[in-house]
């Protein structure tokens, strides 16, 4: 029982301190990185796992060490998880739609073509019904 | 599938009545019970047995869980790395999966893979828009994506 009791003490303190430094290397991210785009891949990724792993170490520790199993921290968890990347991809989507350009050094760009093309062909379909 | 669940649990509330056990033990022997004349009744129903499409569905779980730490992972070490040398660029990706939810789950699975995000799903949600954080090889990148995500996604809908 004593060992136990080690073992998840020990659990809890790596999960929590992994969700730490893992939520600090998504800020550090938010920083570094040089347009929306690769910014909102930081958050999404990094601070999405951070937030996961404190609740876990959270919850883990309730469970075993006031015997109190929290179903809300549960629930916390698979919210988060459900919510991050559609938030991201919203964040992406809003932020090209308004014009925001991509970092110079980026290598392509398909979907500006697909856009153009779709303009294109809708301004030829005006210039059919004219 | 959702029929043949709720075959099991009356099969399991009848046997709870037959033994006026009301009690979470009688509902899980129960259960246990249903599950095997279900088992053995298999082919009268139309659909495969619904405990097969419940095992891909905690496969694609296990494969989200596994894919947001390897790309956490990736995405930290560009942010530590002392030069930024990644070369982003957004790749367009045709998907075989036809209904909505299909194509929500993969651009999930998406945004959560190693330097991946959705941008856009075309009007007739065929065509993902995804950017990518370091695209080395788009062909190879979108191979992956299809070994791995859309095959389990496949995997649920057929099971």
């Known amino acids: 029982m004593e060992t136990l009791t080690t073992i998840v003490e020990y659990a809890v303190v790596l999960a929590v301190l992994f969700g730490v430094v893992f939520c600090l290397l998504g800020a550090l991210g938010l920083v570094r990185m040089p347009d929306v785009y690769l910014r909102s891949h930081a958050a999404t990724k990094s601070a999405t796992?951070?937030?996961?792993?404190?609740?876990?170490?959270?919850?883990?520790?309730?469970?075993?060490f006031e015997g109190h199993i929290s179903a809300k921290l549960l629930l916390g968890i698979l919210f988060v998880f459900l919510t991050s990347p559609v938030a991201g991809h919203l964040n992406g989507r809003a932020a090209y739609r308004s014009g925001v350009k991509l970092w110079r050094r980026s290598v392509r760009d398909d979907w500006e073509k697909a856009l153009q093309q779709k303009e294109k062909g809708a301004s030829s379909q005006e210039n059919v019904r004219q | 599938?959702?029929?043949?669940?709720?075959?099991?649990?009356?099969?399991?509330?009848?046997?709870?009545?037959?033994?006026?056990?009301?009690?979470?033990?009688?509902?899980?022997?129960?259960?246990?019970?249903?599950?095997?004349?279900?088992?053995?009744?298999?082919?009268?129903?139309?659909?495969?047995?619904?405990?097969?499409?419940?095992?891909?569905?905690?496969?694609?779980?296990?494969?989200?869980?596994?894919?947001?730490?390897?790309?956490?992972?990736?995405?930290?070490?560009?942010v530590v790395s002392p030069k930024l040398n990644m070369r982003p660029g957004i790749f367009?990706?045709?998907?075989?999966?036809?209904?909505?939810?299909?194509?929500?789950?993969?651009?999930?699975?998406?945004?959560?893979?190693?330097?991946?995000?959705?941008?856009?799903?075309?009007?007739?949600?065929?065509?993902?828009?995804?950017?990518?954080?370091?695209?080395?090889?788009?062909?190879?990148?979108?191979?992956?994506?299809?070994?791995?995500?859309?095959?389990?996604?496949?995997?649920?809908?057929?099971?």
Request: with cysteine; proline share 1%.
């Open chain 1, 49 to 64: 796992l951070g937030v996961l792993c404190v609740l876990a170490g959270a919850f883990l520790y309730f469970a075993l």
């Open chain 2, 92 to 159: 367009t990706f045709r998907t075989v999966l036809q209904s909505d939810w299909e194509v929500t789950i993969l651009a999930c699975l998406i945004c959560l893979t190693p330097g991946t995000l959705t941008l856009e799903i075309s009007r007739d949600s065929r065509t993902l828009f995804i950017h990518a954080m370091d695209i080395e090889d788009a062909d190879e990148l979108a191979e992956q994506i299809k070994l791995s995500f859309e095959r389990a996604i496949l995997e649920v809908r057929h099971a």
């Open chain 2, 1 to 78: 599938m959702a029929f043949q669940l709720l075959l099991n649990m009356l099969l399991s509330i009848t046997w709870m009545f037959l033994n006026n056990d009301w009690t979470a033990a009688g509902f899980i022997i129960g259960f246990a019970l249903g599950l095997l004349i279900l088992i053995a009744f298999r082919r009268f129903f139309h659909q495969p047995l619904y405990v097969k499409k419940m095992w891909a569905i905690v496969k694609l779980l296990l494969i989200f869980t596994k894919e947001l730490f390897v790309s956490s992972f990736a995405v930290a070490k560009h």
